[in-house]
């Protein structure tokens, strides 16, 4: 995500795929996943879905129970772990609260009823006990029906005067690691989600006079009297959200084999954002790694902070009026394709990974596209500012500051803390490295990253063993002390 935050001042094209090659990627990165099928019918802020989750245990432990996160709940009423700080509140819900949440109506486990209940402070997990233990490799069918009513809210799920946002709006599989199933609670902090990459087919009848922007591609598409039904599918991904409006334009181009479409409205420049969106998938592809989907959606949104990712498709803020802004933020969100999309991690506990990487990514993007006017050693030098600002601002405030980046994302004492840390501080690191062991050494880095670890999930040793590998050089420890706060900057 990006952050909207005053005096945050974070603020070719050799492809290297091929149309065969991509699709080759992505049918072998798609083979024995989980898959989720989903028939919704939306109507007047309201989801009606029959969902079909054809679990594959990939996990080396012996499963007797299922977890699913149930986003929704977290923006009902007296909701304890709430998705909107009481920082951003009156811009989040301009009309007053509005509660959002979901019904689960019924659980199958196998086609018969399943046994299931609720968990969480907020009714946020669900926990379905299975009849036989599901081993490694083997397989259970899970069918859910529900219904879901989207809150008035500007944020990632909810919706505003122009766009509905449908995302974390679905039972969707916690991850399970080093024996736990990990089940954090939202967080107004930071982008609190972490799943395993999965099949998608999402089918989606709505009111003819809406236009639908998603996660995925189209195959196939039925028009009734006064309803359209889109049958949808997206491959290895690790979630998927949509993006509902009656007042869309849209404008498309390719990068390579992609379908970038650009939906909007209220945009002078909307050719131009749709090339940032074109030139940073072109860009990204030929530096880390290609970008192995049909189709990338760069979507305004009604929306607080300034972007944020889902696989495919990122939401950028109307908000942001800036055009030099706008732009950041659709380089940023774009990046996070990379590091969130493809090479997945943990953001409630190692938000530097994603945020650090993909901000210093748009210093990248700018270093190789000029045109853009933004310069790398001004940008970097800029942020440096900004985190010796925020360090000294801290510090006569509360008298010390904890700098360490190796934290949960609760466990940060404010949303600014959170941002110059991870954000900020994780850019700072990412370039500090370039000088260390060269710039075009990191790239090569980055790519080795990216190539051996897309699709999957990371933790922090992942990136440090290929920082070592390629550098050929002992980087553990220098690491660890920008994680654990131990360097002055
Ligand atoms: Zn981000």
Redesign the pocket.
């Known amino acids: 995500?990006?952050?909207f935050i005053m005096f945050f001042l974070i603020c070719v094209v050799i492809l290297t795929g091929c149309a065969t090659t991509n699709q080759k990627t992505i049918k072998k990165a798609s083979k024995n996943l989980t898959e989720y099928s989903m028939d919704i019918v939306y109507d007047n802020y309201t989801l009606n879905v029959n969902q079909n989750v054809n679990y594959i245990n990939k996990d080396s432990a012996m499963h007797d129970k299922l977890y699913f996160h149930l986003y929704p709940n977290n923006f009902d009423a007296g909701a304890t772990n709430k998705p909107v700080s009481s920082l951003h509140y009156d811009r989040a819900y301009p009309n007053g609260f509005s509660a959002g949440n979901i019904q689960i109506e019924s659980v199958q486990l196998n086609g018969n009823d399943a046994k299931y209940v609720f968990v969480g402070a907020d009714n946020d997990f669900l926990e379905i006990a299975l009849d036989d233990s599901v081993a490694p490799d083997d397989k259970c069918t899970i069918s859910m029906q529900y219904s879901v009513t989207i809150p008035n809210c500007l944020h990632r799920f909810g919706y505003g005067d122009n766009t509905i946002n449908v995302a974390n709006f679905y039972p969707i599989l916690c991850v399970y690691e080093e024996g736990k199933w990990l089940m954090e609670p939202y967080h107004s902090n930071g982008?609190p989600f972490y799943s395993c990459v999965a099949n998608y087919n999402v089918n989606i009848t709505y009111p003819s006079n809406l236009i639908i922007a998603h996660t995925g591609y189209d195959t196939n598409t039925s028009v009734g009297e006064t309803t359209t039904t889109l049958f949808t599918s997206a491959l290895a991904v690790r979630d998927y959200a949509f993006v509902i409006s009656d007042k869309f334009q849209v404008v498309s181009g390719k990068a390579g084999d992609t379908q970038v479409n650009y939906f909007y409205y209220d945009d002078d420049h909307a050719l131009d954002s749709l090339q940032a969106g074109i030139d940073a998938i072109n860009t990204f592809s030929s530096t880390f790694g290609s970008y192995p989907y049909q189709t990338f959606n760069v979507v305004k949104a009604n929306f607080i902070h300034g972007?944020?990712?889902f696989p495919n498709l990122v939401y950028i803020s109307d908000a942001v009026r800036e055009k030099a802004d706008y732009l950041n933020v659709i380089i940023?969100?774009t990046a996070?394709q990379w590091w969130?999309g493809l090479v997945g991690s943990d953001a409630y506990r190692f938000g530097w990974l994603?945020?650090g990487l993909?901000?210093y990514s748009c210093a990248v993007f700018y270093k190789a596209n000029e045109s853009y006017g933004v310069d790398y050693d001004k940008l970097m030098q800029s942020t440096m500012d900004n985190y010796h600002t925020f360090v000294d601002i801290y510090t006569k405030v509360l008298g010390n500051i904890d700098t360490s980046m190796n934290r949960n994302i609760a466990d940060y004492n404010s949303e600014a803390e959170y941002v110059y840390l991870a954000?900020v501080k994780g850019a700072l690191l990412f370039d500090n490295i370039s000088q260390v062991i060269g710039y075009n050494k990191l790239m090569k880095v980055l790519s080795a990253y990216f190539e051996k670890y897309k699709f999957t999930n990371v933790t922090p040793d992942n990136f440090i063993d290929t920082l070592e590998k390629i550098s050929k050089r002992e980087m553990r420890s220098y690491v660890n002390s920008w994680l654990e706060g131990k360097v002055k900057l």
């Open positions: 995500m990006k952050k982008d972007g944020m990712e940023h969100e996070h969130y994603d945020e993909t901000d954000y």
